[in-house]
């Protein structure tokens, strides 16, 4: 039983807690007075969030309008089109991204493993490559470490990549990786993306970008891309590099329609099997967060605010 001179008030927010165990579960998830931006990081802009008590759905529009609430709330704005200011206790995002944590491992190779057959199959039979690409794969995302200037980005969403009206021909991870607040309105969310940024000491190394080939991929995209902008620039890169196979137009149009320009070709081995490849440079990451993050919303726009049949998202 907690002492009875024992704190339970938060001195941020003016909230008094039954117990200071619930006083300490929400200064380390729920209140940042000395560090507002995580806030951001865990509720990105763009990303689609729902209302644990009002069960309104909406798209997180940045910091809290209210200077005094930056550290605890942030901006949403409804489909409603109402915008207010919302304590992230009562959050849960249905589809964002957020940082890399270890349990996301064997998610991110899985999917990894399900594009690159996707994408790479001109190279040798799909049969052929499944094997070693997963084992590949597999090892990699195990033991790799990265640094101080480097990140991984993951995307989730409410929807189940894999039952729900997956294409034909196309793969993807459909195992729950997090999940709610124990509301009745509880989502379980499945990794849907990921792109992973490494030190390149004068520039930024976008070394992978995937995302589950499903009907919304292109909103996931740009998310991931304007949220992997504004990380760079954070950690002080002015420019980044990434390739991409020659022959993969559709890839090639999406980072030139961000602003990256070719800069020349180079020959990669592939488990044995060299491919052409284009390396792309953006000289301006502060253009390319700006353009992404258009990208995006003007996506979330076309499918109607991101809102699908009966309310549901996605």
């Known amino acids: 039983m907690a002492s009875p001179d024992a704190e339970t008030r938060c001195q941020h927010c003016y909230i008094t807690f039954n117990n200071p165990a619930e006083l300490a579960h929400h200064a380390r998830n729920h209140c940042f007075p000395h560090n507002p931006a995580e806030l951001l990081w865990r509720y990105p802009p763009g990303s689609r969030v729902v209302d644990l008590v009002t069960r309104s759905r909406g798209v997180v529009a940045g910091p809290a309008s209210n200077p005094n609430m930056v550290h605890s709330r942030i901006s949403v704005r409804e489909d409603s089109g109402l915008v207010s200011d919302v304590p992230i206790s009562r959050l849960q995002v249905v589809h964002g991204i957020r940082r890399f944590t270890e349990a996301d491992r064997p998610n991110i190779s899985r999917l990894q493993t399900s594009s690159w057959l996707n994408k790479y199959d001109q190279a040798d039979s799909p049969e052929h490559l499944a094997g070693p690409l997963q084992e590949a794969n597999a090892s990699?995302?195990?033991?790799?470490?990265?640094?101080?200037?480097?990140?991984?980005?993951?995307?989730?969403?409410?929807?189940?990549w894999?039952?729900?009206?997956?294409?034909?021909?196309?793969?993807?991870?459909?195992?729950?990786?997090?999940?709610?607040?124990?509301?009745?309105?509880?989502?379980?969310?499945?990794?849907?993306?990921?792109?992973?940024?490494?030190?390149?000491?004068d520039h930024?190394?976008?070394?992978?970008?995937?995302?589950?080939?499903?009907?919304?991929?292109?909103?996931?995209?740009?998310?991931?891309?304007?949220?992997?902008?504004?990380?760079?620039l954070e950690l002080g890169y002015e420019t980044a590099r990434l390739t991409v196979l020659?022959?993969?137009a559709s890839a090639r149009a999406f980072f030139a329609a961000?602003?990256?320009?070719?800069?020349?070709?180079?020959?990669?081995?592939?488990?044995?099997?060299p491919l052409r490849t284009c390396?792309?440079?953006?000289?301006?990451?502060?253009?390319?967060?700006?353009?992404?993050?258009?990208?995006?919303?003007?996506?979330?726009q076309s499918l109607g605010g991101g809102v699908g049949g009966g309310g549901r998202v996605y």
Request: with cysteine; glycine share 12%; hydrophobic share 40%.
């Open 140 to 160: 990699s995302w195990r033991t790799a470490i990265f640094g101080e200037r480097e990140f991984v980005l993951v995307a989730e969403s409410e929807w189940d």
């Open 162 to 201: 894999e039952a729900r009206d997956t294409p034909s021909g196309h793969g993807g991870d459909g195992s729950g990786a997090g999940s709610g607040s124990g509301s009745s309105i509880e989502t379980s969310l499945s990794l849907c993306g990921f792109v992973a940024v490494l030190d390149k000491g």
């Open 204 to 232: 930024a190394w976008v070394d992978n970008l995937h995302v589950h080939q499903s009907q919304h991929h292109q909103v996931t995209r740009h998310m991931l891309m304007a949220g992997a902008a504004q990380q760079m």
């Open 246 to 248: 020659e022959s993969n």
């Open 258 to 273: 961000l602003g990256a320009d070719e800069v020349g070709v180079r020959v990669i081995d592939f488990l044995g099997i």
């Open 279 to 300: 390396e792309l440079e953006w000289r301006s990451l502060g253009e390319l967060a700006s353009v992404a993050a258009a990208q995006r919303e003007r996506e979330r």
